[in-house]
């Protein structure tokens, strides 16, 4: 997720940039950049960090004029945060420039055949190449260029384009990542999204897949890729500029719930292989023969991320044969583990800066482990101290509880067991096409598990009420519950404890009594009839039950107070569908609690102090 904006106009474009750029700086703040045509020259700018580095680059190295330009501020997908992978991008002459959100997929085959004929690269990014490209197919007439461009792209893109030789006109174009154009007055913007625009119009268009506008200071003209004009519909936006940053939502924390179709997209983009039976992780140093050598498997993690750990460990061991653990860092780190070179240690966190989890990678490395990270920040310090790390790409998540950086950890857990078990010969060709399959239809059933926020509204609510709150489940439905009584200790600061259902006997039981909430989780089918009757257990001493229950399974019972079904998936991926609920469930009885919810009391994103 980045955040872009474009201005073709009678103004000066740089101020109206910079404005724009301020105002996304929520999608994206690892660099930032602008490019303004100026006298038939394209000026750029660009400054690893937040936007106040590129205007001190700015105030040192001032941009005379210029009455269109694009920019850009950047949330890393390839290439670390740094000055040259910072957007814009150029090609070789300086004659075109490009600004982009989303992932190439096809971007080192691409660069490959383009440095056989000649271009010479200077970033690490995938977007780089669709400025050589657009060297190599323009003609005299940008449109025509950017089609022929386009047409070579695989993967997810917004882009906006400008060059030198056609110094008042951009050209935007959409492909699943989000593009609207504004419309004024001798003036017309594009931006990734809405807030951007706010202060110069309320009168957009929002750019579907596959449609390209061209932009110019007296008009906008929509097309598809083929050239066909679009009639698009006005929007009039009457959200006021906090809205419109959160995207209607009245919180962080929903709008990033309701993210996570996207996010679950951009996670698995490219890394499916099309034959069906294959992962492919660009740049995983890891090879079969290594993977073969391993005795077992550590993932180390705190607090959400130990959760998502948690299900990895199980998917670790089923896929790929190997023992497998998960380890809360800050006690991994102090009791001299057990790990040598046949040992795999992934370090998981949404930062890559929790300092627990560094000190725990550096405790492995020192005793020889081979060291890998699951993390969401590129570039991040957990990033640059493994051999080897897998992007989550869930983009920016602003609110302090985490939510789709836990589900794309997820799905990358489950990429990651697939892989292994591939490589060491432990999963065959049958089970690898059906999970795989599965993880493509993730996206689509998020969605469908997400419509039924509306409905889960008035029974987190009545959670708002509760002093104590127990979830239960067996297997990866116990990690599901860890992770949604997590979620609400976080957010509504209601004291809530997960138990594995078989445990219940055991001593918790005792703490039913009459009306006490118990949310139960029930998605394995060999495991389903087990949590059934633990239901009945609670219920027979006046437990008010709500279930999440896949739905192919039955209902656990006519005592059940509240069902909630989520669509059927492999088993071993329920986990992600299971947990939107309860994310919604709390964020319902933290906002009847009148909860700060997107910074909740005594908690910080990132937790880089012991």
Known sequence: MCGIVGYAGRRQALPILLDGLRRLEYRGYDSA???????????????????????????????PGGQVGIGHTRWATHGRPSDVNAHPHCDCSGQFAVVHNGIIEN??????????????????????????????????????????????????????????????RIVAVRQESPLIVGLGRDENFVASDIPALLPYTRRIHVLENGEMADIRADRVTVTDWNGKPVQKAFIDVTWDADAAEKGGYPHFMLKEIHEQPQALADALRGRLDPDGARVVFEDLSLTPEDARRLRQVYFVACGTAYHASLAAALLTERLAGVPARAEIASEFRYRDPLVDEHTLVVAVSQSGETIDTLSALRAARERGARLLGIVNVVGSSIARDCGDVIYTRAGPEISVASTKAYTTQLAVAALLAVYLGRARGTLGDHQARELLAGLRDLPELARETLDQAGELRPVGEALAQARDLYYLGRGLDWVTGMEGQLKIKEIAYIHAEAYPAGELKHGPLALIEDGSPVVVVSTQPDLHRKTASNVQEVKARGARVIAVVREDLDDLGAEVDHLIRIPRVHPFLTPVLAVMPLQLLAYYAAAARGADIDKPRNLAKSVTVE
């Open 107 to 168: 971007h080192a085959a691409l660069r490959r055949r383009l440095e056989d004929t000649g271009h010479r690269f200077t970033s690490e990014t995938d977007t780089e190449v669709i400025a050589h490209l657009l060297e190599a197919e323009y003609d005299g007439d940008l449109a025509e260029a950017v089609r022929r461009v386009v047409a070579q792209l695989e993967g997810a893109f917004a882009l906006v384009i400008a060059t030198r030789r056609e110094p008042g």
């Open 33 to 63: 950049g602008v490019a303004v045509l100026n006298n038939g020259t394209v000026e750029v700018r660009r400054a690893a960090g937040r936007l106040e580095n590129l205007v001190e680059r700015l105030a040192q190295d001032p941009i």
